[in-house]
């Protein structure tokens, strides 16, 4: 399975986790690629996404790669990765996501944005990437 | 829609209406409710909808009426429509594409449910590329062919919605992926893979330790 034909993808939406999102992510050729949202899903609260520390190291190497992999073909645009979730309990307002540092790696190469799922919020927006 | 406009004199108040939905008369007839049934049924007051921008049609048996069957139907809104909604409903390929073909300024096109019939007929050639938004919604192994079919039309989507699925295969998601590759700009794809085993399926999801 494979996007790798998609040579003009601009915006790729995908639901995590599921068995297919890296293969998809390994597969992307497009250099006009601008953004990429991932909803998560099944996260019951803040403190559960702790344990998911296991699905965000590997992630941030997987989007790290992808974009050293499309810069390398000519990709000059700041990709950001816009992070969606939806917390069955709690607040996603009151949590410091400053402390919480999500996607590290890749936060030096583009833009992570989060925003809560429920309402459309925007909580979240790096920008420290170096384009 | 019997019975909702009773007088001739009010009857051109239809042309404010912008969004149509069409049910089965009665639940539970299913898909034996036909075109030929919706015109009977609706036919005056279709013609009297000027300005539908949304059409959904829902538990349809949409039958090999042609060009002219269409026309009968929904000539009063062929060039205003820009969203079709087809759920549930059961076709031949080329009667679908003739549909499809009649509306030239359909924007986004939301297909899902369905299951399509042998062929009466040649596949027709489509008048125009097909091009906007195209959403799928709960399908399965069994749209497969419809969809290998569908790519090989003349297709220039910019977006490509994938919103739901039945029963995901890696086989069924590539056959989806080959709609407009080309062209799209937007691909969503909300919904993951589901691995087939020998007692059923299930989806493979990451679970945290």
Not at chain 2, 75 to 80: K, L, N, P, Q, V
Not at chain 2, 171 to 179: Q, T, W
Request: glycine residues 6%; positive net charge.
């Amino acid at each position: 399975m494979s996007i790798r034909h998609f040579r003009q993808l601009r915006e790729l939406e995908l639901v995590v986790p599921n068995s297919t999102y890296k293969t998809l992510l390994s597969s992307v050729a497009s250099t006009e690629l601008r953004k990429i949202v991932i909803h998560m899903r099944r996260v019951r609260s803040w403190n559960f996404s702790l344990k998911w520390m296991k699905f965000w190291a590997p992630a941030d190497g997987h989007l790290c790669g992808l974009v050293d992999r499309l810069r390398a073909k000519g990709h000059c645009h700041a990709l950001e990765v816009e992070l969606r979730f939806s917390c069955i309990e709690g607040d996603l307002s009151k949590v410091d996501f400053t402390e919480l540092l999500f996607l590290p790696g890749f936060r030096e190469k583009g833009v992570v944005t989060i925003v809560d799922a429920k309402n459309g919020n925007r909580v979240l927006h790096s920008s420290t990437h170096n384009s | 829609m019997n019975g909702v406009v009773l007088s001739g004199s009010k009857i051109h108040l239809l042309r404010y209406v912008r969004s149509l939905e069409q049910y089965p008369r009665t639940p539970n007839t299913g898909n034996n409710y036909t075109m030929q049934n919706l015109l009977e049924d609706s036919g005056e007051y279709l013609s009297a909808l000027h300005n539908i921008r949304s059409l959904e049609l829902t538990t349809i048996g949409i039958e090999h009426v042609g060009e002219g069957g269409f026309r009968a139907c929904f000539s009063a809104f062929r060039e205003t429509l820009t969203n079709l909604s087809l759920m549930a409903f059961v076709t031949s390929f080329s009667t679908f594409v003739t549909l499809v073909d009649y509306f030239p300024n359909i924007t986004t096109l939301r297909v899902g449910f369905f299951s399509v019939e042998s062929d009466e007929g040649p596949v027709p050639l489509l008048s125009r590329p097909l091009r906007g938004k195209i959403c799928l919604r709960d399908i399965n192994y069994g749209s497969m062919e419809f969809f290998n079919r569908f790519a090989k039309l003349d297709l220039e989507y910019e977006e490509l919605v994938l919103e739901s699925c039945l029963r995901t295969t890696t086989e069924l998601l590539e056959s989806v992926l080959r709609l407009g590759a080309s062209t799209v700009k937007y691909l969503r794809l909300m919904e993951g893979v589901k691995r087939e085993y020998p007692h059923g399926t299930q989806t493979l999801l990451y679970t945290p330790t």
